[in-house]
Nanobody, 128 residues
Framework: QVQLVESGGGSVQAGGSLRLSCEIS????????KGWFRQAPGKEREGVAV???????RYADSVKGRFTISKDNAKNTLYLQMNSLKPEDTAMYYC??????????????????????WGKGTLVTISS
């Protein structure tokens, strides 16, 4: 069972930046899809970005060009660099994994299909 622990959330003004981190442990097989989801108050969870074992990335349209997902395999850590933040980015951000993916990220993973592991989340608040 993989454990995912997020950090780095906080409150910033619109236009600012934050970097989220996710420490990953408890799963020795490293070739699986990892990513970030978020849930804003009163809204459903949505996929933000995913990265496969070869470093290929995919983003939600709402964050393309502003957010960057990356990973450090040596540190077992996943990152989400968020720039040009907007008030609508305010949400709880969750680190996620699909440990059954076999290395790639499925075509519908940003819709939640295949995601089987979730962290507890870190709160990001953007003020205007």
């Amino acid at each position: 069972q993989v454990q995912l622990v997020e950090s780095g959330g906080g409150s910033v003004q619109a236009g600012g930046s934050l970097r989220l981190s996710c420490e990953i442990s408890g799963y020795t097989y490293s070739r699986y899809c990892k990513g970030w989801f978020r849930q804003a108050p009163g809204k459903e969870r949505e996929g933000v970005a995913v990265i496969d074992s070869d470093g290929r990335t995919r983003y939600a349209d709402s964050v393309k060009g502003r957010f960057t997902i990356s990973k450090d395999n040596a540190k077992n850590t996943l990152y989400l660099q968020m720039n040009s933040l907007k008030p609508e980015d305010t949400a709880m951000y969750y680190c996620v994994a699909d440990t059954n993916s076999g290395g790639s990220c499925g075509p519908s993973v940003l819709d939640g299909y295949g995601v089987n592991s979730w962290g507890k989340g870190t709160l990001v608040t953007i003020s205007s």
